[in-house]
């Protein structure tokens, strides 16, 4: 099941959640507004999941994309540096350790989401997930 | 109010596990 927003969501392309004032459960249960999210939170949730993994995603390069309103977002990701590209919409937001929701185009995030974001940049090192059993 | 699990908010950037 692909998180498609419906269409008269005023978040357009992004998934419903990103809203400010989502409501996100944790993996302990506790319920908290998305815009109220910090880096404790992801990673105790990922302790508590047992199956999932934090790993740290660095952003390496931010390039345009062909799709209007997309970028190509490189990330190194986790120990083994494996080199990742995600296409994205300039609004869609990244968790960055210890800073918070950022967005290529964080202007457009707070327009469309009214969730608040610092600038994404080459360097942050976003949250990202793995699986915990790759053996 | 719909409830969102806190992993659909981070992406799942698995590295491709080539062998």
Known sequence: TSPHSSPS???????PFFMKGSIIQLADGELKRVED????????????SGELKIDSST?????????????IIQFSVGENKAQVCVE?????P???????????CPDRT?????????????????????????? | VPVFPWHSLVPFLAPTQSD
């Open chain 1, 9 to 15: 969501s005023p978040s357009a392309g992004l998934p």
């Open chain 1, 37 to 48: 999210l910090r880096t404790e939170d992801f990673v105790q949730s990922a302790e508590v």
């Open chain 1, 59 to 71: 952003v390496e390069r931010i390039e345009c994309s062909r799709t209007p309103n997309a970028v």
């Open chain 1, 88 to 92: 994205v919409l300039v609004e869609y």
């Open chain 1, 94 to 104: 990244f968790f960055v350790f210890g800073q918070g929701w950022s967005s290529c």
């Open chain 1, 110 to 135: 707070t327009q469309l989401l009214a969730l608040s974001c610092a600038k994404l940049s080459v360097g942050d090192v976003c949250i990202s997930l793995t699986l915990k059993s790759l053996k």
